[in-house]
């Protein structure tokens, strides 16, 4: 069973920066598309930029320019890269890892770490 830990959340004021890690268990990693999720209280969860296996990336368009979504297969980590913080980045952010092996298809979540930015 593949375990997600994040952790790099925070409080911080608008304009600040905070960077966020994922820490995956398992031997999938390096097949696996990673994502950052994030939801607000009241909100559904929304898609905040992920990476293919390949490298290519992807970001919602709220964060295009100010967030970096990175990888490192050898630490089995995903990092979410945080500029120019605003307010209503504030959220739980999540860490998702989906692979499709031979027959197999895996989607795992971690449980998250909050970010708040005051104005």
């Known amino acids: 069973q593949v375990q997600l830990v994040e952790s790099g959340g925070g409080s911080v004021q608008a304009g600040g920066s905070l960077t966020l890690s994922c820490v995956a268990s398992g031997s999938i990693f390096s097949l696996s598309t990673m994502g950052w999720y994030r939801q607000a209280p009241g909100k559904q969860r929304e898609l905040v930029a992920s990476i293919t296996n390949g490298g290519s990336t992807n970001y919602d368009d709220s964060v295009k320019g100010r967030f970096t979504i990175s990888r490192d297969n050898a630490k089995n980590t995903v990092y979410l890269q945080m500029n120019s913080l605003k307010p209503e980045d504030t959220a739980r952010y999540y860490c998702?890892?989906?692979?499709?092996?031979?027959?197999?298809?895996?989607?795992?979540w971690g449980q998250g770490t909050q970010v708040t930015v005051s104005s």
């Open positions: 998702n890892q989906r692979a499709n092996v031979l027959i197999r298809k895996y989607d795992y």
